[in-house]
């Protein structure tokens, strides 16, 4: 006998069917399950949202609709604060309860505050669930329970405790909602008033996202990760940074999937791999719960010692930089690629991001919101993490001093130019010697193309002296 006759499910970065913790415990505990998702002005909210994520947002909402479909269910899409409209909902199908998975940034966890008080005034329960992670930041503490600032203790712990298991396919949601509920029409860009997306965009929805991360596994990419993950040309990583960003695949099962490729691993390569990617899902749960524990870091740097201090880069260099024409060859490639697909190589999200901070002294918090702007995979915790390593103020950052060098990045992780040439055209028909070391001379490396706007030696001098002077007050 079900504990509940209705209840409603609200979807958030949980957009699938398939090991959805919370929807799992609604469809077992209820005999009718109301799926819901409250479409918010985020463009008020946030002013950090872009035509490409929002664009694919719509597609996994179409996507989730029809597969909900399947279940002899519908999606109940709303627009509005989500406290408010799920009050309503709950009036209109008198839901005995509310279920949802927890979020983790401070916009997230306001809003989750408003609906328990919401639940709490009406007198129902209000039940929330872990599953955006492997661990909450409060399960991965210090031996004297605070929050780790650093992030190898931080994942020597991560990666020793036990792993929740995944949930496996869901075959019900009881009972149809009743036809009379009203439902907004799957969104387009026009509700966020937002042009079309340029971006090339993956396939949006669950079925997409499961069939990249079955390519990722068993296409061999995952088991050759450590020697090729920072080579940006072709497809060396994952590209499961929106499938995890909106909930298209669950965190647990691609855990579950990676320790199976690993027992079953026949090189010693091989289990590296697969070991080091693993690592880069704690470093995504390290950011998390950086926000967690801190979450000024959205407002201010993480390192007090750099609070304050002046950030003299012009707004014509950033608007260049933007642009991918700064006349260095692999920042261009990478602000091009952005623009372009809405996906930037991590190997080069460091390069272009240290390049802003640190050779045209833009603030961070620019470079910030122009990633949430055009990333698919925008996401606040390691956006705001990745800024603020590159620029040497955050958690476990970067030593200020360390900057890296354009050029011999391009050297290391380009060498035959074959990243450059894909997303800087006019670089195409040049060899790839020519783009390794700055021009002589003052002569362009190719028509068309501009010198660099800036002496890489000069300027990480300039930072030296600009951090260092901060640092002594």
Same mark, same amino acid.
């Given at each position: ?19 959805? @913790? ?59 604060? !989500? ?9 209109? @199908? ?37 599953? %955006?992670?492997?661990?909450?930041? =409060? ?16 994942? %020597? ?17 009881? #009972? ?52 090729? %993950? ?6 060396? @990583? ?6 995890? /960003? ?6 647990? $099962? ?25 690592? $880069? ?18 407002? $201010? ?21 933007? #642009?991918? /024409? @700064? ?43 122009? +990633? ?18 590159? !620029? ?8 200020? +001093? ?6 011999? #990045? ?23 010697? /020519? +783009? ?24 990480? =001098? /300039? ?11």
């Amino acid at each position: 006998m079900p504990q509940y006759k209705t209840v409603i499910h609200w979807f958030r970065r949980d957009l699938r069917l398939m090991d959805n @913790t919370a929807l799992h415990h609604a469809a077992k505990e209820a005999a009718q399950v109301i799926p819901a998702y409250v479409l918010s002005d985020w463009k008020s909210q946030h002013g950090w949202t872009g035509s490409t994520r929002q664009q694919f947002l719509c597609g996994c909402l179409d996507s989730l609709s029809k597969n909900l479909e399947t279940l002899s269910s519908r999606l109940i899409l709303r627009c509005g604060q !989500a406290d408010v409209e799920l009050e309503r909902l709950i009036h209109e @199908t008198q839901a005995e309860a509310v279920y949802y998975n927890r979020d983790y940034d401070p916009y997230g966890r306001e809003m989750e505050k408003k609906l328990q008080e919401v639940c709490n005034r009406i007198g129902i329960p209000c039940h929330s669930y872990k599953d %955006r992670v492997l661990h909450e930041a =409060d399960e991965v503490l210090t031996g004297s329970g605070g929050p780790y600032r650093v992030y190898t203790p931080y994942s %020597r712990n991560w990666l020793g405790l036990n792993k929740t298991a995944s949930l496996g396919k869901l075959t019900t949601l009881g #009972q149809a909602p009743d036809p009379a509920i009203k439902s907004l029409p799957v969104p387009t860009l026009e509700h966020w008033q937002l042009p079309e997306a340029t971006a090339i965009l993956p396939a949006a929805g669950e079925r997409a996202a499961r069939e990249r991360m079955k390519t990722f596994i068993e296409n061999r990419t995952l088991h050759a990760y450590a020697q090729k %993950r920072n080579i940006p040309a072709g497809v060396t @990583t994952s590209r499961l940074g929106q499938d995890l /960003r909106f909930g298209l695949i669950s965190i647990r $099962e691609l855990h579950e999937r990676c320790m199976a490729a690993a027992a079953l691993a026949t090189t010693p390569d091989a289990r590296t791999s697969i070991e080091t990617y693993i690592k $880069e899902l704690a470093w995504r749960e390290f950011y998390l719960a950086i926000l967690w524990h801190y979450p000024e870091v959205f407002d $201010e740097e993480f390192a007090p010692e750099f609070r304050g201090m002046p950030w003299p880069g012009s707004d014509e260099d950033f608007q260049t930089w933007t #642009q991918g /024409r @700064t006349g260095f060859p692999i920042v261009d490639a990478g602000m091009r690629e952005l623009l372009a697909t809405g996906f930037v190589h991590n190997r080069v999200r460091m390069i272009v991001s240290m390049f802003l901070t640190k050779d045209l002294h833009c603030h961070w918090r620019l470079g910030e919101s122009h +990633f949430m702007q055009h990333l698919l995979d925008g996401e606040n915790a390691s956006n705001n993490g990745g800024w603020q390593w590159s !620029a040497g103020t955050g958690a476990d950052a970067a030593p200020y +001093f360390r900057i890296q060098n354009p050029w011999t #990045q391009t050297k290391r992780y380009d060498p035959d130019g074959s990243y450059i040439r894909t997303w800087v055209p006019e670089l195409k028909n040049v060899s790839a010697e /020519r +783009f390794m070391d700055p021009p002589k001379d003052n002569r362009a490396i190719a028509p068309g193309y501009p010198l660099p706007i800036v002496d890489h030696s000069t300027e990480r =001098d /300039r930072t030296l002296a600009i951090f260092a002077k901060h640092r002594g007050k």
